[in-house]
């Protein structure tokens, strides 16, 4: 009865999550150590296999239905990925690769890799060519172009996308000359791709750049292990309650301390605007922070970031998730926080400018929301340190509002603002942009 329930019917968690039942039974197997067979009987004996195992270490049909539901956790953290078992041949051991990589390098070949959005607008792609210059600005370099239906941004028929540099910053990984560079996505018409919000957020910009936007963006992550599951976490339970994580010292309270050392030295030797870093309440999950950059600068310096984030998590062999709710239940989700400033906020008496900025926001809240990221009504239940996705609100040092007016800003006056809706997988081209057209450029819905 067991093996025809979860072969028929849908398992759901929540109201939107849900997978078939032969997907799970793959996943039970998976966990309990056995192989998938090819053919029905081989599968069968998989997925009894499995069932038997999941109940005698679960307890019962309800640990079952406990494994379900977090495999549906895990199973949506990335585009275009799914929880995995990984065997040993597809890891490799670093010290072999480290005897090619201290090759000399020619002084007239460079390695310069460019790194874009993909059609999902959360995952980054890249590819390297050499050139035989050491080039100190994006328009120096050529534009390139690739293959937009492996993307998910072109037809078969019609495929070539085009990539145009528009920043640039040194290469942690290849080191020496080498560089990175972020790149703006454009059709066969020159025209940008639906993912590329930052040409966008540029037209928005420059009327408004006498004002001197800075923006600060908290980007929170989570850590996983290849298996889709949090990184650290028991196989088949939980870590302890939430509490002793934040900031937290020792290795019964942090999981992935290397991951995010090695983050932040990488960011800093590339030249991003990264600013700090720490434990969050959730174990396994993370925030840095970069800023305050002036106007797009924000959203170049957060991409490549976040870039170099899933590179430093694939040499480690973990898998970095952006998803505003990795773990149902009573777990903190992921956000991404910005703080707003213009020169007159940070003036004597900018709270005036700062709390017109609010009533600004209060009156498009809806349409912030629908540009601050995907499935953030799974974060923002007004829990967990979020506001209600329903509803808009301003409090200085309320962490359960929309947005924050931090205490030390009303005490002396003046300052900056903390937008805490945007979800941890937004485009901060977008919340940007989203930010100034209100705010700076007055518009009304």
Known sequence: PLLTTLLGTPLAMGTTQCVDGPGFLSHLASQAGVSRARGDGGRTMAVCTAVLGILRSAGGVGGVRRVAARWLTVSAHRPYSMAVQVGESSTTDKSVLHKYMSLPQPDDKIQVSYVWIDGTGEALRYKTRTIDFDPSSPKELPQWSFDGSSTGQAHGR??????????????PFKLGKNKLVLCE???????PVETNRRQSCVEALVPVMHHEPWFGMEQEYTLLDVDGQPFGWPKRGFPGPQGPYYCGVGADRVFGRDIEEAHYRACLYAGIAISGTNAEV??????????PSVGVDLGDHMWMARFLLDRVAEDFGAVVSLHPKPVQGDWNGAGAHINFST??????GGLKFITEACEKLAARHKHHIGRYGKNNELRLTGLHETSSMDRFSFGVADRSASVRIPRAVQDAGKGYLEDRRPGSNCDPYAVVEALVRTCLLDEVD
């Open 158 to 171: 019609n495929s070539d996308r085009y990539l145009t540099p528009v920043a640039i910053f040194k290469d």
């Open 185 to 191: 996505v454009y059709d066969q018409d020159m025209q």
């Open 282 to 291: 959730m174990p396994s999950q993370w925030e840095y922070q970069v800023g």
């Open 343 to 348: 020169k007159e906020m940070r003036k004597d």
